[in-house]
């Protein structure tokens, strides 16, 4: 491949990746209601978020349903992982990898179609909670996987060494492996807060009316057409999407420094 | 094949935990989609029946699961909405798959043979937009696709065309809307396929007078195979069930079966039919994803 073939491919790619998300995010700042004119820079749309009261509501539903789903999860994952990763081939090892993965190849209007049944069936009210169940159901198995690779490339015969030396299964995992896969602990929960953040489909089957996401709200309002709030809210969450992948980069990488 | 383990106590208890979860919360959930696909709509809520109660004696249950029936999907195969609804989803599917590879097959090239230390930055960069946002992405697109959007604006202002291009609310839009939104899942494998790749085959190949296009031909592609194909798959698979590109992108003629199933569900509260569709889709995309995970085992195979 010659170089200027090489670097006109990555350029021409590069930019049908973001060039949608920067427009979006130029247009956030657009004073005009239009998408096609551009009036002057403004911050107006986004005085205009804080003053919309459902919209803060419906953030801060779902940023508490991210933080707390995304905890779960990764207690969840941590347990699947270790139990697949360390518990060698027990009984029904085939059973419990295929159920755990299987949440990441089902269309998610299934998963999400599957959780309601069961909360009518239960007589289970939805809100808060259910929204919270759907969100781990959903984001459990990204977690497993990522903290599956994780510990299988850690060094086992450092825990060996530490039960040679009397400690307990469980002390040796806590206190030799855990620290090691402390960033990949990080960054299974910042995925799983983003999938939370970022899902749609499972919240409108899992929650109820007191507890509408962000995607949701956003998801109602697109369809009556593009309005620069939108815009505004969107670049918001973008940029928190960007400090969270950030966060985690830094974490990684202040773990990588670390030796570890 | 290995002799399974007893566990310790302890470890069953780990166990436990993940397990209850997904029994409780997604195999249940599962099993009674498939009980609901062979119940019978009816206007309550829930709205089909019959219901297990724990009150139910023996004869009540007997009774009940004789009147469970395939009635559900019998009118799947012969109702053509859905019909209609899989052979499009299927088609779309497979042509936004297509196109996807035809994006990423070069973008994946080009990384792989750029300077190695540019490389961790250069996937760093095209992974990232898959970290943002699902719903902002696809939305995005609609800002650019509309008849008032920026490409018809652009386009008239250069004299190009001077009626807007009609591209929102069409099926194509939604091929470019999958295009846009999967591109990471195929770009990585493939990129991760030629990476890995012995650079001394290709030079081998350039020694004994192949041209580069030979080379591509019989030497690059034919490696990079599995990275393909698990692109491909990890593609097509979700596509299939898509609900939000064609809810925003897409026309009220673009048919889909997420979408179908949506409408079944939340509009006309024919939950029956929605699970016998939802039980008939997961079973179509369960042949692809044995094989998939078939390559994976053989991969891990090979990695040791």
Redesign the interface.
């Known amino acids: 491949m010659s170089n200027i073939f090489r670097i006109g491919v990555l350029t021409a790619g590069f930019v049908f990746l973001y060039a949608p998300i920067a427009i979006l995010a130029a247009m956030s700042f657009n004073a005009s209601r239009l998408v096609s004119v551009w009036g002057g820079f403004s911050t107006k749309w986004y005085a205009a978020l804080l003053e919309n009261e459902p919209l803060i509501e419906s953030t801060k539903i779902s940023l508490a349903a991210a933080v707390l789903s995304a905890a779960i999860a990764t207690f969840l994952g941590l347990l699947a992982a270790v139990a697949l990763a360390r518990f060698g081939a027990f009984r029904s090892r085939m059973l419990f990898f295929g159920a755990v993965h299987a949440p990441l190849v089902l269309p998610e209007v299934v998963l999400g179609l599957a959780l309601l049944s069961c909360f009518v069936a239960l007589g289970i009210g939805r809100g808060f909670a259910t929204l919270v169940i759907g969100h781990v159901t959903l984001t459990m198995c990204f977690t497993t996987v990522a903290l599956l690779s994780a510990l299988r490339s850690c060094d086992l015969a450092l825990e060996e060494a530490a039960m040679d030396l009397g400690a307990t299964p469980l002390q040796a995992f806590a206190l030799v492996a855990l620290p090691q896969i402390a960033p990949a602990l990080m960054s299974a929960f910042l995925l799983a807060f983003t999938l939370s953040l970022d899902d749609l489909v499972i919240a409108s089957f899992a929650t109820g009316p007191g507890a509408t996401t962000l995607p949701m709200r956003i998801f109602s309002q697109v369809r009556l057409g593009v309005s620069p709030q939108i815009n505004a809210i969107s670049t918001l969450l973008l940029g928190m999407v960007a400090l969270a992948l950030g966060g985690s980069a830094l974490v990684m990488q202040a773990g990588k420094r670390r030796g570890l | 094949m ?7 106590l ?2 069953r208890a ?2 436990a ?3 209850l ?3 409780a ?6 099993l ?2 498939a009980k ?1 696909s062979l119940s019978n709509s009816v206007l309550a ?2 709205p089909y029946e019959p ?1 297990f109660l724990p009150s139910d004696t023996l004869g009540d249950i007997w009774a009940k699961i004789q009147s469970l029936t395939f009635a559900n999907y019998r009118a799947l195969v012969g109702d053509s909405l859905y019909f209609d609804a899989y052979v499009s989803s299927l088609l779309i599917a497979g042509v936004s798959m297509l196109a996807t590879l035809l ?1 990423a097959y ?2 994946a ?3 792989a ?2 300077p190695r230390k540019w490389r961790p930055f ?1 996937i ?3 992974a ?2 898959f ?7 696809v ?6 696709l ?1 008849d ?3 490409i018809n ?1 652009a386009l008239m202002a250069l004299g190009l065309i001077h009626a807007p291009l009609e591209m929102f609310a069409t099926t194509g839009a939604v091929v470019v809307g999958i295009v ?1 939104s999967y ?1 990471p899942f195929m770009l990585l494998p493939i990129y991760a396929a030629l990476e890995g790749q012995d650079a001394s085959l290709r030079e081998a190949a350039e020694d004994l007078g192949a041209s ?1 296009w030979q080379v591509f031909l019989r030497i690059t592609l034919p490696l990079s195979r599995d990275g393909v194909i698990a692109g491909a798959l990890l593609v097509f ?2 596509a ?5 590109i064609p809810e ?1 992108l897409g026309g009220s003629d673009t048919l889909m079966i ?1 979408r179908t ?2 409408n079944d ?1 939340f509009a006309n509260h024919d ?1 029956p039919a ?2 016998a569709a ?1 039980i008939a ?2 079973s179509i ?1 369960l042949a692809p ?1 044995l094989l998939w995970e078939r390559a994976r085992l053989r991969e891990e195979e090979r990695r040791g």
């Open positions: 290995k002799a399974s383990r007893r566990l310790s302890g470890q780990a166990l935990i993940p397990y979860w997904i029994a919360f997604f195999l249940a959930p599962m009674l989609i609901i809520r829930p219901r994006v070069p973008f090239l080009a990384m043979r750029s250069l760093g960069m095209a990232a937009p970290w943002t946002s699902f719903l902002i992405r939305y995005a697109w609609i800002a650019l509309r008032e959007g920026l604006n846009y591109l580069p698979i979700p299939v069930g898509e609900f939000v925003l997420g199933l949506w569900f939950w929605a699970s939802a889709l997961v995309l994803l």
